[in-house]
């Protein structure tokens, strides 16, 4: 009897860990989706007696020219898109917008993979007018990606933060089964991080790795730094009767790098 009761504490608190771990893993992803330097971005500018609340594109296809939208509920305004290549002393070139029942809209040229532009819209009324946002805008290229391909990448990275953090969960098990979870984490960064990571980036910005020894790009470090944790991790399992603390400091590790946004210090 007390062996079915040990059980059946054990099921209910292993369900507690994975909804703690799952809850983790939504708050992670959503801060780095909502942080990261290719989210639109969000604000309001007060013009003329009215808000004009404004969410513009920082990221584009490199295929086709990025549409800029600014929504100024008044269709008598007029509207420019200023724009050149970033960090350039190029002179900035002017786009007249259309205004189309209050919206207005102009054409950001493509770029190649990896190449930014940095635009602002003048809004135009009768008598005054105001730039939106304040400071440039710097959009981002990159090549399409096939969709089967990105969310299959998406949803295995998304499973192995879930591992990660449910592993590091486990020490608070009486009898806590590392083993298994640690090597579930492994083998899902190899494929969703080492694989379809690279698979993505190579559509994306034309090459498959551009981490450690090749670059220094933060996204593939990122990857890197957590699987090599892991893997020490596995080994310590073996070698180690501190190996709670080797799983804890990989769960952490872990967690900080998917904190830390996709493309923040560029591609």
Same mark, same amino acid.
């Given at each position: ?47 003329? !007696?009215?808000? %004009? =609340?404004? +969410? ?13 939208? *600014?929504? @100024? ?94 592993? !590091?969960?486990? %020490? =608070?098990? +009486? ?13 899902? *960064?190899? @494929? ?76």
């Amino acid at each position: 009897m007390e062996q079915t009761t040990d059980k059946s504490t054990g099921k209910k608190l292993s369900i507690i860990l994975w909804i703690i771990a799952f809850i983790i893993t939504v708050f992670t992803a959503y801060f780095q989706r909502v942080t990261g330097p290719t989210y639109p971005l969000s604000g309001s500018v007060s013009f003329m !007696g009215k808000d %004009i =609340f404004y +969410k513009l594109d920082r990221s584009g296809s490199s295929n086709d020219n990025s549409t800029i939208k *600014l929504n @100024v509920n008044d269709d008598k305004l007029q509207g420019v898109l200023l724009w050149k290549r970033y960090n350039t002393n190029d002179e900035l070139t002017r786009v007249d917008m259309k205004n189309e029942k209050g919206v207005l809209s102009g054409d950001l040229p493509k770029q190649l993979p990896s190449g930014k532009l940095q635009y602002f819209i003048r809004v135009i009324g009768p008598s005054t007018e105001i730039n939106v946002p304040k400071e440039p805008v710097v959009l981002r290229f990159k090549g399409d990606i096939p969709f089967i391909i990105l969310l299959l990448h998406i949803v295995i990275m998304f499973a192995a933060m879930l591992f990660s953090t449910r592993t !590091g969960l486990e %020490i =608070f098990r +009486k009898e806590p089964g590392f083993k298994k979870y640690a090597y579930w984490t492994i083998a899902l *960064l190899t @494929v969703g991080g080492l694989v379809l990571g690279a698979i993505v980036q190579k559509y994306a910005f034309g090459e498959y790795w551009t981490g450690i020894p090749f670059g220094f790009d933060l996204t593939d470090n990122k990857t890197l730094i957590a699987w090599l944790a892991w893997i020490l991790t596995i080994i310590m399992l073996y070698r180690s009767a501190k190996a709670k603390y080797w799983v804890l400091g990989a769960s952490i590790i872990t967690i900080v790098i998917f904190l830390i946004p996709h493309s923040l210090l560029g591609t």
